[in-house]
């Protein structure tokens, strides 16, 4: 089992900035790919950004030149610095990684979310 634990979410006017922290922690896992994602009051989840072991990155097109992903693959900790925040931003962002667990004899996929930080921008 592989357990996510997110940070850094808050209320920020528009044009502010915030950085959301996510840290896995498990034993005899390996993670490829980490993202975020957002879910704003009646609306679907939606992927905001991703990014994997080896630094390949992809972003939603609303959020390409504000928003940055980044990883720290040794501590497996994935961020979000998200700048030049609209209130259509507003949402609550899941932390998400998918990737292996060595058990005994074999390998199990796991795709885990974290409890989800409210990020709320206002006019």
């Known amino acids: 089992q592989v357990q996510l634990v997110e940070s850094g979410g808050g209320l920020v006017q528009a044009g502010g900035s915030l950085r959301l922290s996510c840290a896995a922690s498990?034993?005899?896992?390996?993670?490829?790919?980490m993202g975020w994602y957002r879910q704003a009051p009646g609306k679907q989840r939606e992927l905001v950004a991703a990014?994997?072991?080896?630094?390949?990155?992809n972003y939603v097109d609303s959020v390409k030149g504000r928003f940055t992903i980044s990883r720290d693959n040794a501590k497996n900790t994935v961020h979000l610095q998200m700048n030049s925040l609209k209130p259509e931003d507003t949402a609550v962002y899941y932390c998400?990684?998918?990737?292996?667990?060595?058990?005994?004899?074999?390998?199990?996929?796991?795709?885990?979310w974290g409890q989800g930080t409210q990020v709320t921008v206002s006019s």
């Open positions: 998400n990684a998918q990737g292996s667990v060595r058990l005994t004899l074999s390998l199990r996929d796991f795709n885990s």
């Open positions: 990014i994997t072991g080896a630094g390949s990155t």
């Open positions: 498990g034993s005899a896992f390996s993670i490829n790919t």
